[in-house]
Structure formats: C-alpha cells, structure tokens
C-alpha cells in the first residue's frame, strides 16, 4: 500500500466567541479535514486547525514540504514518517505533523478493522471527564458552573481564572465552596504567575485540596519550576509547549520540574509522540494528563491514546460548554456517571459530517 495524494479541505467554522485568560477562542474560523489517499483505496482523515487559529494558517507549510516527503510511502510506516515529519518541525507546526500522523493511525485501523487504541494496546475502555472552563466574568460564575456539571454526574471541574494571583485564590475559593469538598477541582494558571505569585497562589489552593496546579509559569522558566516543585505539595503539571516537545520531556522529568507530564495530538505533534510522552512518564512511574485536541477529532484522536495508556486519569472536555465540538455526525458525549468510553469502530470511529463540509468548503489545498 502507498499514500498516493494528501490534501487538506478548508471549511467555515462558525461559532459564538469566548476567551481564557491567554485571549479569544471562537468566532469565525477555517477547520480543516486532512484527507491522505492510497493506492489501496483506504483513506485517512484529520481535522487540522482550531478554535484559536484556522488551518489556513497550517495548510501551506503541510502542502510543500510534509506532502512531497510522504506521497509513495506506505501509510502504515507511521514510525518512520513521522521521524521524516519531526526533521520539518522548523518548516512545519507541530498541528500539521500530528494531524498527517492522526490520519495515518486512522488508516492503519481501517485497515487492521480495529479501533486505533486497540493497535496502540488497549487498557481500559472508560475514563472519568473533567469540565474545563472558559473565562467567566465573576468567582459565583465559576461556582455555578461547577456546581451545574456536578449535578450532571460529572466528577471534576477545571478552572481557567483570570490570571490575576488575587483574583484567581478568590475564585478557586468561590468554587471550592460551591461544590463542596466532593469534587475533584484543578487550576490550570495558564502561564500567568511570576515565582512568587505562583507560590502564593500554589499555598492557597493547596489548603482547598486541589488536585493538581497547572501551568502556573511560562513553559522556559524550567529553573522557577524546579523551586515552585520543591516548595509545595500540591502536584504541579507541566506542560505540553515543552520546548522540543517529546525530546524537552527529558529535561522536565530529569530535572524534577513536574509531577505530571502533559501532550496533546496537536501540540505534541500527533497520536505517535503522545503515546511515547505517556509512556516516558509512566517509566518514571509519573501520571501523564492528556491536553484537549482544539477540534472535535483531534479529540477524539485524544481519547484513543487515552484508553490505551494507564497513567492518565481524566479526559478534558474544553471549553465546558462544549463550543469545540463541530463537524461530527456524533461527538463524544460524557454520562450521567460523568464517564466517557472507548471508541469501538475502525480507525478514529467518529463519522465526520461531510454535508457540513461540502456545504462550508471554502478551498480545498492539494
């Protein structure tokens, strides 16, 4: 079998606008379905781009130097392509890398006729959920938020604040009151303390019983999270912009910058990378959090490297309001238990919707 045509079909993606502390989510965007061909008749598909930035700012690099460097390769030399991809990283954003990689493991098991976490070694099939939220203008937004999921059957609550040390202790307060001590709750900083206020805020939410503390420094300063790490007891996770991605991980556990190691198929650079990050950490005996996707496949894709991985406890669902989920038949969807489950179809087992996108396509890039 040999990949014969990779092509990236653009379409509008159009949704209300929302925002983190880092800036706008949302709005009008291009998503993209990376579409790669062979010989065999076995296609593979990827969604490239995400609510932040469309694939048009993707697709250019992915047409002129990963399609050349893989049209004639069998599709299901993942290991070696992806190798080939990493060399263009300079060239080519690490979005573009793994959606090509997340469409060469769709192929791989539409043609072994098996979900891709069997190929990657199943070992569970349900995995609890964790709303992760948006921006929300006040700390009783926050509380009512996680106290709506918490009635929903959901078992743990994300907080994206304000970035603001003292505001963000007020609403990690807020929300700890609202739910009681019942519910698994996380800060993810988003890069916005100095040491300092990283300390200040790391000591608060540690007296409210948080369950890990996220990204509270910029993912360079490996030096400030090494003190950060030794001065509190919460678990610190970072990060998945690790310099050099899967080969920076070594830094960060060698170092003891982490308690908890972090990727997704896009940041990370696809399903390949992802797989070997969590295994790196699980050597270490460290659990390995598995990062949203941007986009409803590349979640999906997520969940695949979730179920067949022992070291990561949730699956995110960000934003909370489910304002990523487009251009799928069915998504995934969380119970009343606050679950999600295995894929059981062939490859990513997702159905994109291709009325949608025949109705929406702007351009499609070969």
């Avoid at 706008?24 to 995400?50: K, M, N, P, W, Y």
């Avoid at 290991?79 to 997340?102: C, E, F, L, P, Q």
């Avoid at 700390?139 to 743990?156: D, I, K, L, N, V």
């Amino acid at each position: 079998m040999k990949i014969t045509d990779v092509s990236v079909t653009m379409f509008n993606w159009k949704s209300a606008a929302w925002r983190t502390g880092t800036g706008g989510f949302g709005g009008h965007r291009l998503l993209g379905v990376v579409t790669i061909q062979t010989d065999a008749g076995v296609e593979g598909h990827a969604f490239l781009g995400s609510s932040r930035q469309g694939a048009d700012a993707y697709a250019g690099p992915l047409m002129e130097f990963v399609k050349p460097a893989i049209i004639g390769a069998n599709p299901l030399d993942i290991g070696a392509i992806w190798h080939k991809m990493w060399k263009m990283n300079r060239s080519v954003s690490t979005n573009a890398i793994g959606a090509v990689d997340v469409a060469l493991w769709d192929i791989a098991g539409k043609t072994a006729g098996l979900p891709i976490h069997r190929l990657l070694g199943t070992c569970r099939d349900r995995v609890p959920a964790y709303a992760s939220s948006a921006w929300l203008p006040t700390p009783e937004a926050y509380g009512e938020e996680a106290q709506r999921f918490q009635s929903m059957g959901w078992t743990a609550y994300k907080i994206h604040p304000h970035g603001v040390p003292r505001d963000d202790i007020k609403i990690c307060q807020a929300v700890r009151k609202a739910v009681g001590d019942d519910m698994v709750l996380m800060l993810d900083s988003m890069w916005s303390y100095g040491y300092e206020d990283a300390v200040r805020v790391g000591r608060a939410i540690e007296a409210l019983n948080y369950f890990w503390y996220e990204d509270p420094l910029v993912e360079e300063d490996l030096y400030n999270y090494v003190k950060l790490r030794d001065k509190l007891d919460i678990p610190i996770m970072s990060t998945e912009y690790a310099p050099g991605r899967l080969y920076g991980m070594a830094q960060w556990v060698q170092q003891k910058a982490t308690d908890i190691l972090r990727g997704d198929v896009a940041v990370t650079g696809g399903i390949t990378p992802l797989v070997k990050i969590a295994h790196l950490a699980e050597a270490f005996r460290l659990k390995c959090e598995i990062h949203h996707g941007g986009n409803s496949l590349n979640n999906v894709a997520n969940l695949h490297v979730t179920m067949a991985v022992n070291n990561c406890d949730y699956y995110e669902v960000f934003p909370a309001s489910g304002a990523n989920k487009f251009a799928l038949v069915e998504d995934i969807e969380v119970d009343d238990k606050g679950l999600v489950y295995a894929p059981e179809k062939p490859g990513l087992g997702y159905e994109i919707d291709w009325e949608l996108v025949k109705r929406e396509t702007v351009q499609v890039v070969r």
